[in-house]
């Protein structure tokens, strides 16, 4: 009995966090992957002047990546964050030899091969990557390409942050570098952060969203299970929609 007391004592209390408090409401939308067409049927369903942010990973694994891109591009009124997946892309785009077969194996082969770019796989290396990088610029075209590289990393709003990965919990949100942001913590979902700040994240497919220990989740995994969701995050409340 003496000894477990004593553990108990030295185990850190769980940080208590107040309700979500951002300046206005507006709601998150998890990574899209691909798939238009539930994006298009999930914003249908959101309030018409309600503010939309979507927490980034438009590209890779489902079938219309660059036309999502385009659809995003066209709606300056939503607020597209970047992931890790456009960081990817990205990095393709400058450095293929380098950057590119990490991108192949996680998705750009279907991204390619959603504008007509084909006859790749995960081993291509070289010339073949700087050819394909060259009709993917051309297909992309210099707006959208300007457009995906311009992609804001973080918003924060009252006590609530939104970003598409992670962050450590253990230190201030606006410091954290944009890697961390996008690729994430490996604390970030073991430990609450005590500073009272909710995060609204993506990244991490979880079987339904959730908002608990100052972490509002919302990848359902839309390019395998036709689900994406969007949450409604206002004064003291989060609620969740999906298609």
Known sequence: MFKSLI???????????????????FAAIG???????????????LPADLRVICVGDYV?????SVNTLRFLMARPEILSLKGNHE??????????????????RNGG?????????????????GMKLR???NEMKTAMGDDLVAW?????VLHETGNVAVLHAGADPSEPIASAP????????RDFLQTPRRDGIWVVHGHTIVDAPSAEDGRIALDTGAYATGRLTAGIVADGEVRFIST
Do not use: C, Y
């Open 148 to 152: 995906l590289r311009a992609l804001p």
């Open 31 to 45: 990574d899209v992957h691909g798939r238009l067409d539930l994006l298009e049927e999930l914003l249908a369903k």
């Open 87 to 104: 960081d990817m892309l990205v990095g393709f785009l400058d450095n293929p030899e380098e950057k590119g077969p990490r991108w192949l």
């Open 7 to 25: 553990e108990k004592l030295r185990k850190p209390s769980k940080p208590e966090f107040a309700p979500p408090a951002p300046d206005e409401p």
């Open 109 to 125: 082969l279907q991204t390619l091969a959603d504008i007509g770019i084909t006859g790749l796989n995960e081993m291509t290396r």
């Open 178 to 185: 944009e890697k961390t942001l996008i690729w994430g913590h």
């Open 131 to 133: 050819e394909a990088r």
């Open 60 to 64: 890779d694994r489902g079938p219309s």
